[in-house]
């Protein structure tokens, strides 16, 4: 189940809320796991069938059509907000899914997620405002397309994290797992990877004639979570910061230490050279005009193509090696050990997931600045072969998110995207 869709999930755990007469509280549920905590309107009932909307999604405009009073509990673009009433946090917008059969006879059952029914969007994800600043160089640029030194299969961006409320059930008692604290900074890449070489007029000309030339290289790429940066941005324009921190951290802590087909990834947290923040409250201890970074992920590519996935032990060793900081462990072992009180054979995922919650979420972050801003929340990942990780974050963090983007500020990772 992708993030950026809606779903149908069951309502659960329906409670009164102090001093309020016409809401109520209640679990949105997926599997029996709670994937988010809404107030909703006093005639709710338990184990109703809703369609699901986090604060990640916005309706469309034929739906507000068809349904005018859904738009009371949206923002601007219709998107759905994250919002605190009686002092409790409601984190998204369930809507009974007999309001949809006008859309698609398809059976909507537990699970189901969708962007589209029949021919009618229905919701689509936030796309946050872009700001980009246009910058002078004072030099005359050349005009023409520029060409992508990148070679296929070499350089990877990092994976799109599910959620691990809706993917619980994929967690099993005996996997080895990690849980590191998840930073709200801005994703960034350096990889020390094979790109295609700047070749002289002469090996230009003796490929014509058939000559054997090498064309490949290895050279260092920075990029963000979806952009690379050095040598494919267009000349003037420099995106949100007004400033290339990517390339900046990457050369900073990376550049002639990587092993050939090593790719790093990691978070930038704190402040930009300039003073301007990273992401605003979430300054981590630096001091204004300072940065850190913290690692979560190393792979080494093979001329091939093949990708070695560091294990979280040999990624810690190799941060110790480049003598940079990884992201803080908070457990390592198996799953089933991390809650030895839990009855793996039942309702264990459940249970689980709530226990996560309930040890590891909804803290504030230790910061320098007097305002409290939450933690984000953590990353579990499973030790396999691959890469398999979820993130789960605090409700408190959704309504930061949710209050920021009421203000029109731009989150990073966003824009980035």
């Given at each position: ?12 755990n ?15 549920t ?29 309706l469309?405009?034929q739906?507000?059509?068809?349904t ?17 009433l009686?002092?409790v ?13 006008r ?6 059952e537990e699970?189901?997620s969708?962007t589209?029914?029949g021919l ?6 936030y ?8 910058t ?7 005009k023409g397309?520029?060409?992508s ?29 990690s849980i ?5 900074g801005?994703?960034a ?20 004639f ?12 920075y ?5 690379v940066?050095?040598?494919l ?12 921190l ?7 802590y990376f ?5 050939k087909?090593?790719?790093v990834y ?42 070695v996935?560091?294990?979280w ?9 480049l ?6 462990e ?6 089933k ?12 995922n ?27 929340g953590?990353?579990?990942r499973?030790?396999?072969k ?27 990772e966003?824009?980035?995207?």
């Amino acid at each position: 189940m992708q993030n950026s869709q809606a779903f149908v999930a069951t309502l659960k755990n329906i409670c009164p809320i102090e001093g309020a007469d016409k809401i109520v509280q209640a679990d949105v549920t997926l599997n029996d796991v709670t994937v988010a905590s809404i107030v909703t309107g006093v005639d709710a009932k338990e184990n109703t069938l809703v369609v699901y909307f986090d604060s990640n999604m916005c309706l469309s405009d034929q739906v507000i059509k068809d349904t005018p009073d859904l738009a009371r509990y949206l923002a601007k673009g219709n998107r759905v907000r994250v919002v605190k009433l009686r002092g409790v946090i409601s984190n998204g917008l369930a809507i009974k899914v007999e309001e949809f059969s006008r859309y698609s006879k398809e059976k909507m059952e537990e699970g189901f997620s969708f962007t589209s029914l029949g021919l009618t969007e229905i919701c689509h994800k936030y796309v946050a405002p872009i700001k980009v600043v246009r910058t002078s160089t004072g030099k005359k640029e050349r005009k023409g397309k520029k060409q992508s030194r990148m070679i296929d299969g070499q350089f990877s961006f990092h994976i799109y994290t599910d959620q691990l409320v809706r993917n619980a059930f994929k967690i099993h008692p005996d996997q080895v797992i990690s849980i590191s604290s998840k930073w709200h900074g801005t994703s960034a890449i350096c990889g020390n990877v094979l790109v295609k070489k700047n070749l002289s007029l002469t090996e230009r000309i003796a490929k014509l004639f058939k000559v054997e030339v090498i064309d490949s290289v290895y050279d260092y790429v920075y990029a963000s979570r979806t952009i690379v940066k050095n040598g494919l941005m267009e000349k003037g324009l420099s995106g949100y910061y007004g400033e290339d921190l990517w390339t900046l951290c990457g050369e900073e802590y990376f550049k002639g230490k990587l092993h050939k087909g090593e790719t790093v990834y990691y978070e930038i947290v704190g402040y930009l050279p300039s003073g301007g923040w990273i992401q605003k409250g979430f300054d981590y201890g630096c001091k204004p005009n300072e940065h850190k970074i913290v690692v979560y992920r190393i792979t080494k590519t093979g001329i091939d193509g093949d990708v070695v996935e560091y294990s979280w032990q040999a990624m810690k060793d190799r941060c110790r090696e480049l003598n940079v900081d990884h992201v803080k462990e908070l457990y390592f072992g198996k799953a089933k050990d991390l809650f030895p009180e839990l009855d793996v054979s039942e309702h264990w995922n459940q249970n689980f997931v709530q226990k996560l919650k309930e040890k590891y979420l909804e803290k504030d972050l230790e910061c320098n600045i007097s305002c409290k801003v939450p933690d984000e929340g953590i990353v579990l990942r499973v030790e396999a072969k691959g890469i398999e990780v979820y993130k789960l974050k605090s409700e408190r963090f959704y309504l930061k998110e949710s209050e920021l983007h009421e203000k029109g500020e731009v989150d990073v990772e966003e824009e980035q995207g």
